[in-house]
């Protein structure tokens, strides 16, 4: 048994090191006085200032997270009642169609949706490539993702509570504002969240829904390492990699706190 532990244990820290390495090499070189990643040749925060006054790049990333913040919350909203209807549905078939459909969206390729995408928007519904249109696909990808988010905490209803409020009078909209949504909770931030992260780092469907005056930081990086790895680069990816670790920190608070919550619940109960 303790073999077996030692062996688990030496595997997952292989593994962490394994996809920790490079992540801690570029944010290493982040700091490097030099114009490379060959040798490190002295400590300096120029490549932080040179991203700071870098007006286009700042736009760039203001414009990820303002397209990322409104994608996860559009997506969030429809895929929070897709899954209320699609669990609520009564017909197995009907049922089972919109789960598959939902599905299918999740592990089609992503250049294929880029490309669909694509499509839409130039050849069916003649549209300027910018803002609107990778908003637009963002949200499409982001909705699936929220749905497989929320449906597990409509299985773990209690569907007496339900019942119960029908029995004493309440209507459709009652009882999604003050039964399903506070019991759905959980699973709307972690399908926000989710949708967040999605989008944040997305490349494929973005590349292809781009105009030539819009922009991504997954985009504009793909760009700028087709000419040569700018350090530039590597202090952008630091402060991301930075943003992200908040973000599960702030994301694994509000999980803690709702879960404590609805221990103390119980014990009351």
Request: net charge neutral; proline share 3%; aromatic share 14%.
């Amino acid at each position: 048994m303790t073999k077996k532990f030692k062996f688990s244990s030496l595997y997952l820290v292989a593994i962490f090191i394994l996809m920790y390495l490079p992540i801690a090499y570029l944010i290493y070189y982040s700091f490097n006085a030099g114009g490379d990643m060959t040798e490190f040749t002295g400590f300096t925060l120029e490549h932080y200032v040179n991203l700071f006054s870098d007006q286009r790049l700042m736009t760039i990333v203001i414009d990820t997270f303002i397209v990322a913040l409104l994608s996860a919350l559009i997506a969030t909203i429809i895929g929070t009642f897709g899954a209320i209807l699609i669990f609520f549905t009564r017909q197995y078939g009907r049922k089972q169609v919109m789960l598959n459909l939902n599905n299918i969206l999740m592990v089609t390729p992503d250049v294929m949706i880029g490309a669909s995408f694509l499509i839409l928007f130039t050849a069916i519904l003649p549209v300027k490539l910018g803002f609107w249109t990778v908003l637009l696909s963002h949200v499409a990808f982001s909705i699936p993702i929220v749905v497989l988010m929320v449906l597990p905490q409509l299985s773990e209803l209690n569907q007496n509570m339900i019942t119960a409020a029908e029995d004493l009078g309440a209507n459709p909209i009652q009882i999604l504002t003050r039964i399903l949504l506070p019991n759905l909770t959980r699973g709307i931030i972690s399908g926000f969240f989710m949708a967040f992260t999605y989008s944040l780092d997305d490349f494929a469907v973005t590349f292809f829904v781009t105009g030539n005056g819009f922009s991504t930081i997954a985009v504009e990086v793909y760009s700028r390492a087709r000419t040569g790895i700018s350090l530039e680069i590597n202090a952008l990816s630091t402060l991301m990699f930075i943003i992200s670790i908040f973000l599960v920190w702030g994301y694994y608070l509000i999980q803690s706190k709702e879960q404590n919550g609805n221990t103390e619940q119980r014990g009351e109960n």
